[in-house]
């Protein structure tokens, strides 16, 4: 297959027909055709924030797409949407949001660290893999990552929900016996009840392939200790996974039998960072380094989807170049040369963006990331211009990490000026309003969703990427935007 272009705008025509003054999913324009406004409906905003569903306790398989490219889909789901801890004080948004930017700064502090720290190790292939997917839930409730899927996992399968993490180059699970363990949704896993279960030797180079590897009677142990004082302890395994149809053998995972932290209620993670211990990297040439993901808005009841392989790749998306940082290369990078309010390019320079030879700053691609962030000389010049074109509406204090925020309880629709990100290349990526400015309590106050990352990285996180389709073609080295949306 041939890499896609460096610039494809297919969607310029179609956007002003898409626009409707609402925006009300991600477009990409051309310079030309960029809107200045928008609106957001407040109302409709605050009956998402109060929505609570229980989450039918099925495969979250699908098909997906609009044609018959995309074989299989797996579902991703919101946490919001999970039924375990679907108790009256998570049901509370406010309470809600204040845990979800606990833990926001918790993963950027991490993320941070590991950056600056840098270094990956090589990973193993998969067997023989087709196209294949799932759907993703959000995963804000739960405790743990924001977005999760549901697979299968052994043989026979024991279907379990997993973290989806695009910052992370492992795929474990809690397993039996445990020694220590959270509470998840499903039955914790146990290996000796699989037929597919495999141990890895010490002397194997799968196991030396994975980061600070131990050796406990002959085999190979796994540690990974997150920001925020979460960790997973166990064996490394050769085990089979399943996704709907596709059953994909010999993946190296982790066996957890001593597990702590944000993971609550999910059976444990699913890296699809770019290194190649990820499952994005063991699935290697099957796949092409191929997959796509769109995350649905929260306070939906809808689901998103995740789905590998080469037919994956969507036509008529707006491709830029994926950058790769050598001290960092777990992290998918983008190029940015700017921002735009009410369609107006913000006086910032673009090396503020770049991503240097010793891969220091740079725009980074995060699911596990709620808020975006910027260093803090582009995001004060940013967020002031936003301020300076919404001075009609009232003015609250600042809360948790949003230090701009509105009073809109008054209010049944508000005009804004569009926020929109200038990527590599040339197209523009202007942002519905409900992917900026978020309510945080369920009385109609709501804050610019953006913050400063207090260093030179930029982060795209998944408030500002949903509802946008996202590809990511690592045999070619692209990223894709739209052109569907979710």
């Known amino acids: 297959m041939l890499a896609p272009p460096p610039l494809q705008l297919p969607l310029a025509a179609l956007a002003l027909a898409l626009l409707h003054l609402t925006l009300s999913s991600a477009t990409v324009f051309s310079a030309t055709s960029l809107p200045d406004h928008q609106l957001l409906n407040v109302t409709q905003a605050l009956v998402g924030t109060s929505q609570t569903s229980e989450l039918v306790h099925e495969e979250l398989f699908d098909a997906t797409g609009s044609d018959n490219r995309w074989k299989w889909g797996l579902k991703l789901v919101h946490r919001d949407r999970l039924y375990l801890n679907n108790t009256a004080i998570l049901r509370n948004h406010s309470h809600r949001f204040h845990a979800r930017m606990q833990r926001d700064v918790k993963r950027v502090a991490s993320l941070l660290l590991r950056i600056s720290g840098g270094g990956s190790h090589d990973g193993v292939a998969a067997d023989g893999v087709n196209d294949f997917g799932s759907d993703v839930v959000s995963g804000m409730d739960q405790g743990s990552g924001e977005y999760f899927v549901r697979i299968g996992v052994g043989s026979p399968p024991r279907s379990q929900y997993m973290v989806i993490d695009s910052g992370s180059d492992i795929v474990w699970v809690q397993c039996q016996p445990c020694t220590q363990c959270y509470h998840q949704y499903d039955p914790v896993f146990d290996p000796a009840a699989s037929a597919s279960y495999g141990g890895v ?12 590897p131990g050796c406990h009677a002959g085999r190979c142990r796994y540690e990974v200790m997150y920001g925020d004082g979460s960790y997973t302890k166990g064996n490394l395994a050769l085990e089979t996974l399943t996704f709907g149809p596709t059953v994909v053998q010999n993946v190296a995972i982790g066996c957890g039998h001593v597990n702590r932290g944000m993971f609550i209620g999910a059976a444990g993670l699913l890296g699809l960072g770019g290194g190649s211990m990820s499952l994005v990297g063991q699935l290697g040439g099957q796949t092409g380094g191929a997959f796509s993901y769109c995350l649905v808005s929260r306070g939906t009841n809808s689901s998103g989807s995740l789905v590998f392989g080469r037919e994956a790749m969507p036509v008529g998306a707006a491709w830029v170049p994926l950058l790769r940082n050598p001290q960092a290369p777990t992290f998918y990078y983008i ?3 700017g921002l735009g309010v009410g369609g107006i390019r913000v006086p910032i320079s673009e090396d503020i963006f770049q991503l240097t030879e010793l891969g220091y700053g740079g725009v980074v691609m995060d699911t596990g990331t709620a808020v975006t962030r910027f260093p803090a000389v582009a995001y ?7 301020i300076e074109q919404t001075a009609n509406l009232p003015r609250v204090s600042e809360i948790s990490i949003f230090d701009t925020c509105y009073n809109l309880s008054s209010f049944v629709t508000v005009r804004l000026p569009t926020i929109s990100l ?3 290349s040339g197209p523009i990526l202007t942002l519905p309003a409900s992917n900026f400015l978020i309510p945080v309590d369920d009385t109609g106050t709501f804050c610019f969703a953006f913050a400063s990352s207090g260093s030179g990285l930029s982060i795209i996180g998944n408030i500002q990427q949903e509802g946008i389709q996202i590809s990511f073609d690592g045999a070619n ?3 894709g935007f739209g052109p569907n949306v979710c």
Request: charged share 20%; proline share 0%; hydrophobic share 30%.
């Open 422 to 424: 200038y990527l590599s």
């Open 335 to 337: 190029g940015l040369s």
């Open 477 to 479: 080295g692209y990223v």
């Open 201 to 212: 030797s010490c002397s194997s180079s799968v196991c030396d392939r994975i980061e600070n």
């Open 380 to 386: 004060n010049t940013f967020r002031d211009a936003f």
